[in-house]
């Protein structure tokens, strides 16, 4: 099943029955730190503290995807 009809069965859920206030008040606080994050991320950039370098088993490099 591909992700939008999974969307869509899951809406349709929600509008037969809908959730708690309470649900409702942690899928958008979830939502506001995914957006939030993102948009930290696109107007400021990522530092490079928080880059991790791609290390495989006991510290040899990965290659590049080709």
Do not use: K, Q
Not at 21 to 27: D, G, L, N, Q, T
Not at 28 to 56: K, N
């Amino acid at each position: 099943m591909d992700l939008f009809t999974r969307l869509l069965l899951r809406a349709a859920i929600w509008v037969r029955r809908p959730p708690s206030s309470r649900h409702v008040a942690v899928v958008a606080v979830a939502l506001a730190i995914g957006g939030a994050l993102a948009a930290i991320e696109h107007f400021f950039g990522w530092p490079d503290w928080a880059t991790v370098s791609p290390h495989g088993f006991r510290g040899t490099p990965i290659p590049p995807p080709r």
